[in-house]
């Protein structure tokens, strides 16, 4: 597990600095980070001359909170209702999430039944709110990088009281594992309403029911390291269905049969928990992505930072963006470390959205905010030597100007520039130390409110540091346009952390069958003649069903984050549709042996045919890794599996013999065991970078730690087995009968053609 440990910064006074330190690697325990007391390392910055302009009022302070040397750090103030009037709602190091209302005088007014802890750990994880019956409640992680254990997921009724936790459980592969959730928990709808999604410390990420901490069907995700960014939530296809957006780290090694470069990642998953696409970079991505419809023509893009774990590396300081298919559209280095989070939000005034960015440029240092053009990453304006930004900036239209204004923190207070000039227009609590995000709301009374929360020294140079919450009001001014329109008011947007400025993708304008099949949970079968029978989401794309073929189909394949699906036939001949491209066949060609099936590529730029003597024929960005075309088989090959990143596959052959090929991991194989009948197929599982073999009568072999979730080996059944795959991220697997006769294990049952009539048998099929 990758630790990033990102101390509570020294406690604020003028010349107070946060401290950012990086520790460990995959097999590595968590070290210890700092804790915020007085100054140690000094930053600098040029002072602000604004202060707290007319009509700016502090109304309230908690004064010094009882958290003595673990204050509140990088867990960010959210706005919930939990008892008919606003609050504010945080966390800090002292296990202890805290309630107060938002229309309150010193030293604030706790929420009955707050502050609340179960004790699970220290929090620098951000609230999210999820409602459920009309009734609030707040959802947040415990356990940090210096402390992540027992730590988990949980939530707060309205009262405070615990209404559920949530352990982390890692692989039992993981030799040093982790349970703490630094990120914040994501709120919205993925098989239901509402769910919530976020990462571990550890090398899962979790998605759950809301109301009840259950686990999601196809969850936890298996993403190999730890996990600091809080995921986005958007329809990034059109098809009235949310993915996750999230950063990750990643350390050089092997896991589960995938070779991983140090560096991180930016993920796109399905709502079942399959990974879409994922983008590589050479740092690693604890930002929390930004989404919105920003890019050229208005198509739905991604921004996010990366970090600064890895020293000296080409993606350090910069901020990137994708669109929903991870392809990188623009990258623009700044002047400091991009670890915090983007706003997208029309600073400007001019009806497009802006990504606003701090930058920290480490101890004894300084930082800047920046605004680029969203759709090309140029520079707009920049304010620099502002201090240290650690936290992630916020914006609003605090002057009734028609236009974003930039709040951004600092280890010395907020500093808050016009939107549109860049021009300094107020400081707030320049003795407050901020590693979070400033919270902007309507207040009551129908003024603009904004609170901070971070932490001061308790005493002297060198004195621990105490957590402390201000409140501001802007007399005469007006909440709800402050807060409308495209502000991006508090940490990742919204109470439910969804990083989702909108102007996403209109519902319908993705042709069905050019969306990421990833994104659908379902399966296609196929028969013989090419006829395609598609159930759950899938879309039907096309077939050879009414065609005349030179030769049967005898496979089929999807990759996740192309449209559509390919068919291959014995000679060779490869028929794509949808999304799926052509990228060559062995059609037309003489064959020693015909073709039995096939795999794609991770990417779906490439894929495999492969014959029954063991031959291989690789075409687009398929890689060759070797074959068993020249050697002497027992038994003939009936199938292949790529392996989980496409560096990589191996064949099965009808004994259940295994022959694996550049880094796809001999496992183990049914080879030289006497079975009841022939191996038919095989699939790999990418949860665990094991494989499960199928045999005719839908007996099941697992190996390499893949789970065996049942087979039919002592059922009878009316058509022999011909093919399986693997469902939601290794939660489960599917086969098929030659008369269309699914077989569901830990899997949903969509449906099947068993008991109607065929012109052809089935002979394979292919989901998620």
Not at 262 to 283: K, M, V
Not at 504 to 533: E, H, K, W
């Amino acid at each position: 597990m990758l630790v990033v440990l990102l101390s509570a910064a020294t406690a604020a006074t003028a010349a107070t600095a946060a401290t950012a330190a990086t520790a460990a690697s995959a097999a590595s325990a968590a070290g210890s980070a700092t804790t915020p007391q007085s100054p140690r390392s000094a930053g600098w910055a040029i002072a602000s001359h604004v202060g707290l302009p007319a009509g700016w009022t502090k109304t309230w302070s908690t004064g010094p909170l009882s958290d003595l040397g673990q204050p509140i750090a990088l867990s960010s103030p959210i706005v919930a209702n939990l008892d008919g009037q606003p609050s504010v709602v945080v966390g800090d190091r002292n296990d202890r999430v805290y309630a107060y209302h938002l229309q309150s005088v010193s030293p604030g007014q706790s929420v009955a039944g707050w502050p609340t802890t179960n004790g699970s750990g220290p929090i620098d994880s951000t609230p999210s709110i999820a409602s459920s019956g009309g009734l609030p409640s707040v959802l947040i992680g415990s356990g940090n990088d210096a402390d992540p254990a027992p730590g988990g997921y949980q939530a707060f009724g309205p009262s405070g009281s615990q209404l559920w936790f949530t352990p982390v459980v890692n692989p039992p592969t993981d030799n040093v594992p982790v349970s703490g959730v630094q990120a914040g928990l994501t709120v919205g709808a993925l098989q239901g309403a509402p769910d919530a999604m976020a990462g571990s410390l550890g090398q899962v990420s979790y998605a759950l029911d809301a109301r009840t901490g259950g686990q999601l069907t196809g969850w936890p995700f298996f993403n190999s390291d730890s996990t600091h960014s809080t995921a986005a939530l958007a329809d990034l296809y059109g098809t009235g269905q949310n993915q996750v957006i999230v950063g990750g780290d990643q350390t050089a090694g092997q896991g589960r049969g995938q070779h991983y470069t140090n560096g991180g990642h930016l993920r796109i998953l399905s709502a079942q928990g399959n990974q879409i696409c994922r983008a590589d970079t050479n740092q690693v991505v604890d930002s929390s992505p930004a989404v919105g419809g920003f890019l050229s023509g208005g198509r739905t893009g991604i921004v996010v930072g990366t970090g600064a774990f890895f020293p000296g590396v080409s993606d350090t300081n910069t901020i990137k963006a994708y669109d929903g298919l991870c392809q990188l559209q623009w990258s623009t280095s700044l002047d400091g470390s991009t670890f915090s989070s983007p706003a997208l939000s029309d600073v400007l005034g001019n009806g497009s959205l802006q990504v606003v960015e701090g930058t920290d440029q480490g101890g004894g240092a300084s930082g800047s905010v920046w605004v680029l053009n969203a759709a090309t990453g140029q520079k707009v304006w920049e304010a620099g030597n502002i201090g240290r930004v650690i936290g992630s900036v916020v914006t609003a239209d605090l002057t009734g100007g028609g236009y974003d204004d930039v709040l951004v923190p600092t280890i010395n207070g907020v500093r808050i520039f016009d939107g549109r000039s860049g021009v300094e227009i107020a400081a707030l609590s320049p003795d407050l130390g901020l590693q979070n995000s400033p919270l902007v709301t309507q207040d009551p009374n129908g003024t603009i409110g904004i609170t901070l929360a971070g932490y001061v020294a308790s005493g002297g140079l060198g004195s621990p540091a105490v957590g402390r919450i201000d409140h501001f009001e802007i007399g005469g001014s007006n909440g709800a346009q402050a807060i409308g329109g495209s502000a991006w008011p508090m940490f990742h947007h919204d109470p439910q952390l969804t990083g989702n400025a909108g102007r996403t993708t209109p519902a319908g304008s993705v042709p069905r069958c050019s969306v990421p099949s990833a994104a659908y949970s379902g399966y296609d079968l196929v028969a013989g003649d090419g006829g395609i029978f598609t159930y759950g989401a899938m879309p039907f794309c096309g077939s050879t069903g009414s065609l005349n073929l030179n030769a049967p189909v005898v496979g089929m394949a999807m990759a996740p984050n192309t449209g559509g699906y390919w068919e291959v036939a014995s000679d060779g001949g490869m028929f794509t549709y949808g999304g799926a491209g052509f990228y060559g066949s062995m059609g037309g060609r003489p064959l020693n042996r015909p073709i039995v099936g096939m795999a794609v590529t991770p990417d779906g730029k490439g894929y495999w045919e492969v014959a029954s003597d063991g031959g291989i024929f690789a075409f687009g960005d398929a890689g060759f890794y070797g074959s068993m075309g020249s050697t002497h088989l027992n038994k003939p090959v009936v199938g292949m599996s790529s392996s989980t990143n496409g560096a990589g596959y191996r064949l099965v052959a009808s004994d259940g013999g295994i022959f694996a090929f550049g880094d796809a991991p001999f496992s183990g194989s049914t080879g030289g065991a006497p079975l009841n009948l022939p191996v038919v197929g095989m699939a790999n599982d990418i949860d665990t970078g094991g494989y499960w073999e199928v045999a005719s009568d839908g007996g099941v072999f697992s190996f390499g730690g893949v789970p065996f979730y049942g087979s039919t080996g002592a059922i009878h059944l009316n058509a022999p087995v011909v093919g399986m795959a693997e469902a939601s991220d290794g939660s489960g697997y599917r086969f098929v009968a030659s008369d269309g006769g699914v077989f569901s294990f830990s899997a949903p049952f969509f449906g099947s053609t068993g008991g109607l009539p065929l012109r052809q048998p089935i002979v394979g099929m292919a989901g998620f």
